[in-house]
């Protein structure tokens, strides 16, 4: 499929103009639902949608955290805020983390992060392998007496496919597939930990998985929403109950045991420990590279 140029730079600049927004409203003691909703209806405001449910991963949770429907949770710790921006979908993903602790280590943790993500992107091309990029990134976060996350990667993106099937690894993976032109996501994770993570707790994020016909009405009616509304990117249950109703929670069970749909995991750090992490995405082209959401 030929890219869509113009819609991937116009998903990015939304992401970059919201990320700005954001900034600002990621305070201790906000509800962590008000800024979601804040930060996803600021995407619509300029004019895009949101890729996938806006994600607030603290401490030791290294992604797929984002609130529920009646979430009381209030913004603390070591916080990593995901959120992405689609047109027509083709995908723009970031992410970035704030000390809501005042931590030295907390601070310098971010800024392991984020020179692994700007020292990963400096040395990106085309016919690039996963293997230099992981080794760039691995011995920018040793360097500061950290440790990568092995087991979550960056990854490549398609039209309505966030996760297309090239992982690019925050260590040295000892593969050599190349990156040719395309969108990819760049996404070091940083631990002061064991450099793993564990499924958690149920996330309430999903992605659609078969259309096969379900049993009820309510059920049927819901993956019908799901098809139209969101094709294959995520979704989570606190956007259909505040569209169908509080009933909707039994559709997505009825799916999820039918088959129909997956249910996210909220990822853990194996030993406990706090990560942070930063993200960018980027448009490799024959000649060039560009960082769509810089």
């Given at each position: 499929m030929e890219l869509n140029k113009e819609k991937i730079l116009k998903a990015g600049k939304i992401v970059s103009q919201v990320r700005e927004y954001a900034r600002t409203i990621v305070?201790?003691?906000?509800?962590?639902?008000?800024?979601?909703?804040?930060?996803?209806?600021?995407?619509?405001?300029?004019?895009?949608?949101?890729?996938?449910?806006?994600?607030?991963?603290?401490?030791?949770?290294a992604a797929h955290c984002t609130p529920s429907h009646d979430d009381k949770t209030l913004a603390h710790g070591l916080i990593k805020v995901d959120f992405g921006v689609h047109i027509d979908g083709w995908p723009a993903d970031n992410e970035f983390t704030v000390d809501l602790e005042n931590s030295e280590e907390n601070k310098k943790m971010i800024i392991a992060a984020e020179e692994a993500l700007k020292k990963a992107i400096s040395i990106v091309k085309q016919g690039i392998s996963t293997r230099d990029?992981?080794?760039?990134?691995?011995?920018?976060?040793?360097?500061?007496?950290?440790?990568?996350?092995?087991?979550?990667?960056?990854?490549?993106?398609?039209?309505?496919?966030?996760?297309?099937?090239?992982?690019?690894?925050?260590?040295?993976?000892?593969?050599?597939?190349?990156?040719?032109?395309?969108?990819?996501?760049?996404?070091?994770?940083?631990?002061n930990g064991s450099g793993k993570v564990r499924d958690g707790r149920p996330s309430g994020i999903y992605e659609l998985k078969d259309n096969k016909k379900p049993r009820s009405n309510l059920a049927r009616e819901t993956l019908a929403f799901i098809e139209k509304e969101y094709n294959n990117l995520p979704f989570c249950s606190r956007w259909l109950i505040k569209k169908l109703g509080l009933n909707v929670s039994l559709a997505l069970r009825e799916l999820e045991a039918n088959g129909n749909l997956h249910q996210f995991s909220q990822l853990v750090e194996i030993s406990g420990s706090k990560v942070s992490q930063a993200e960018h995405t980027i448009l490799i082209e024959k000649d060039k590279v560009i960082v769509t959401t810089m």
């Open positions: 305070k201790p003691g906000v509800p962590l639902l008000e800024i979601a909703e804040k930060i996803e209806a600021e995407i619509v405001k300029h004019e895009g949608k949101p890729a996938f449910p806006t994600t607030f991963s603290i401490n030791e949770i990029i992981g080794s760039t990134v691995q011995e920018t976060i040793e360097s500061y007496g950290f440790t990568p996350l092995i087991n979550l990667c960056g990854h490549s993106m398609e039209q309505y496919e966030l996760h297309a099937g090239i992982t690019i690894p925050s260590v040295n993976d000892f593969r050599e597939v190349q990156l040719k032109e395309g969108l990819y996501a760049i996404e070091p994770f940083v631990t």
